[in-house]
């Protein structure tokens, strides 16, 4: 994360510049807006001669329109005591990154940004779901093991309609997250739209602490070893590395690493997991960002699991780091990919953080896999596909975890 900080010698010199700093972004992405788009009924207004520059001088691109509004807001809206400054200038800038259209570039506030850290450090209270926008629609992209989501019976790619009767469609994916998240015991009441189901209807769920388990291990008949790999965080590197030293010394059969549900986290993370897996400097994934070489990231040196026979899950809730794993291994050919297609998220984040604690979470790069497979809005194909039925949902089977220890006691 690249730390970006900067003094202000007054509250209004800091209005100021970051309303330029959103006029400079505004011009170059060629954000337009008119008149007739924020007064709404087609008036023209007469130009203000209170604003601190000449209209006539000005690029219609420009933020004229900006500060006509700012003008107003300052001098007529009629509960005085509302306007905050913070507020404002918050609004303005996060309204211009959504205008981007990408549900993964995101301003957060500096409380957004305190939950957003708190996700990754795996701790945070809720109901235990990764959450994005898709087409418009706010998508489950996994409801975490044994979470209150999970046990509610949500399932991927359920569409959340509406959060306590709020319409989902008017807010940005943090205002949601926001929304669902809430303190341990209390209840939020999601509506449910679900393919093959004929109406939306409301699942009440009862928030709890979610600690997030980075790595579980499970010992299976026939010297398997089972890896449960439920997100990409600060503690997977060395709980994982941790996993695969005591289990080299069992030399087991065949392992899974079960990636289902897994929405992802950091890339390092990923290319680390990667290096446990592969031989040393094999290529991992290629960055390829604006105006720059495309960046090779190759495994770092600590394969430990060369000659075991390999078996990785995965299904319609791994994103992001998970694929770039789930991508490695299939190139490489180093295991089976089983399960169902992923989910789709071929795109690199980075966190800048302001000095007053806010932050922009901005997507800066594509990642495309070793045979330069670009997945974004794709997904990767397993290489057996195996299917969860309802029945199996129903009744806790596990049809695909028992078709890899299968598949791994037939070789």
Known sequence: MSMYENNFETRRS???????LVAVFAFVLGWQATIWGVLGDGRVVEEDKTLPFSTNDIDPLDMNLFWTVWSKVESKYVDVEDIKEDNVIYGAISGMVRGLGDPYTVFMTPDEAIEFTETLEGKLEGIGAELTIKDGYLIIVSPLRASPAERAGLLPKDIVYKIDGKLTSEMTLLQ?????????????????????????FDVSIVRDSIDIESVSVEYLDGDIVYLGVNQFNDKTN???GNAISDLVLDEPKGVI???????????DI??????????????????RERS??????????KPKLLNVPLVVLVNESSASASEIVAGGIQDHKRGILMGTQTFGKGSVQEVEMFADGSSLRMTIARWFTP???NIDEVGIMPDIIVELTDEDIEAEHDAQKEAAVEYLLNL
């Open 14 to 20: 800091y209005t100021w510049l970051i309303c330029l």
């Open 176 to 200: 949601a997250v926001m929304a669902i998240r809430g303190e341990k015991g209390t209840t939020v009441t999601l509506t449910i739209i679900r393919e093959g189901v004929d109406t939306p």
């Open 238 to 240: 060395e709980e994982f």
């Open 257 to 267: 690493v079960d990636l289902r549900f897994n929405g992802g986290g950091y890339l």
């Open 270 to 287: 990923a290319v680390d997991l990667l290096s446990y897996l592969l031989p040393t400097g094999e290529e991992a994934v290629t960055i």
């Open 292 to 301: 720059k070489p495309d960046s090779v990231i190759k495994t770092n040196g």
């Open 371 to 373: 045979d330069g497979r």
